[in-house]
């Protein structure tokens, strides 16, 4: 789960990392008014979508997609350039790198004092799943495409995995700051900061708290000028606080919708549609389309006790896609039973009047009255024995390389 900039920076000050005062706004009045209250002469003018590259992305016109202004980050030397640059960015698409050709519409902005800036760094946190830790990395490269600078000048990224069980430690942070160059009193708020960050890191279960940049001002403090903040989405238990950070705006509406039904649903870039119960067969099920010279067109996991109507919304929901050209079921039945799938399975195939290829693979509990119920259909259905005899009828039927 993804949070805006504006909601980030309320974080980080509330859990002793230092940020500029900023104002969140939705409107050109508003930003106006944030200027007179920030009493800066000097603001960044934010647009704020959860995309990053922001600063070196393009705005458009939602409907004519005439060009607008370059640039969804802003520096105004002015009232009068604030409500420029407002104007300009609010209702507008922004286009970033990580958005793509369709871009996001900005709906708010971050209205942020200015200060002077002695140097940029990176810094991100990350929940290292492979080495069970937390990998932080910074460099002296802020401000730049972190992608950029590990091509090209790898050896400018520091790293350091910090055990939970331990925490941070003080030596790690202090060869953290030694390593991006810094001393006195720069180091000593470096390793104030870092401390904060962390703990903020693991108390409110964050995946990813990524600055670009992390700057050092004129007094030798550590601040952070962005936040780009992501949670685990499986603590959502914990938190109930997220609901209230949650711009749904920014999210597929189909992926909102599977959500409520109880479905976990990822929109791809590919063509065949994806119906799997259990997210490690999910994510292996697209492995072996892809084995096969298909691409899949999303990730569904129906979970392990979907009735019929949710594999129906399954169905809708894959089909609602305009890039799906056929359809791979692949059930596994443990506590979920193949019949009552099947079931479902027919259900959507007659009331949705599917016209796609639809290859359907059962296995485990009841899965000889499952295939009993597919065989007695008189539908289009292609039933499959195994996985990969699967995923090569499938790709086969929409004209693939399988």
């Known amino acids: 789960m993804n949070i805006h ?16 005062e900023g104002v969140h706004c939705t409107s050109v009045e508003q930003a106006l008014a944030a200027y007179d209250k920030l009493n800066s002469k000097v603001v960044a003018v934010k647009s704020q979508i959860h995309a990053g590259g ?3 992305g393009t705005l458009f016109n939602p409907e004519t997609r005439e060009h607008v202004m370059d640039g969804g980050v802003k520096i105004a030397f002015s009232k009068d350039e604030v409500e420029k640059y407002s104007s300009h960015i609010l209702g507008n698409l922004l286009v970033t790198i990580q958005t793509g050709d369709e871009g996001k519409v900005v709906n708010n902005l971050y209205i942020e004092s ?3 800036i002695e140097h940029e760094y990176y810094l991100a946190l990350l929940v290292d799943r492979d080495n069970k830790s937390v990998l932080i990395m910074a460099s002296t490269e802020g401000g730049m495409d972190i992608e950029d600078v590990a091509h090209n000048t790898p050896e400018l990224i520091h790293k350091i995995s910090v055990d939970p069980n331990s925490g941070l430690l003080g030596f790690q942070k202090r060869d953290l700051g030694m390593a991006l160059g810094l001393s006195g009193a720069a180091l000593k708020s470096f390793f104030k900061m870092l401390g904060k ?9 964050c995946a990813m708290v990524e600055i670009n940049p992390l700057v050092k001002n004129k007094n030798d403090e550590i601040i952070a000028l962005d936040a780009k903040i992501s949670f685990d989405e499986n603590a959502e238990f914990r938190h109930k606080n997220w609901d209230e950070l949650r711009d749904l705006s920014e999210e597929e509406d189909v992926e909102i919708r599977a959500k409520e039904t109880g479905l976990s649903y990822v929109k791809l870039d590919g063509n065949i549609g994806c119906l799997v119960n259990g997210a490690g067969l999910a994510m292996a099920t697209m492995d072996v389309i892809k084995l096969y010279g298909g691409e899949p067109a999303n990730f569904l996991d129906v979970g392990g006790g979907a009735n019929e109507e949710q594999v129906k919304t399954a169905f809708s ?7 799906v050209k056929g359809i791979l079921v692949n059930i596994f039945g443990g506590i979920m039973r193949c019949d009552i799938i099947a079931r479902g399975v027919i259900a959507a195939t007659e009331a949705l009047s599917l016209d796609v290829p639809l290859v359907v693979r059962l296995a485990g509990t009841n899965v000889d009255e499952g295939k009993a119920i597919l065989a007695a259909s008189s539908l289009n259905i292609h039933p499959a024995d195994d996985l990969a005899e699967g995923a090569k009828k499938i790709v086969s039927l929409i004209g693939g390389e399988a």
């Open 114 to 116: 200015g200060c002077e």
């Open 197 to 205: 960050m962390y703990d903020m890191f693991v108390s409110n279960d």
């Open 317 to 323: 929901i894959i089909l609602e896609d305009p890039n």
């Open 5 to 20: 900039e504006y909601q980030g920076k309320a974080l980080l000050k509330a859990n002793g990392v230092p940020v500029l």
């Open 54 to 56: 922001r600063g070196k």
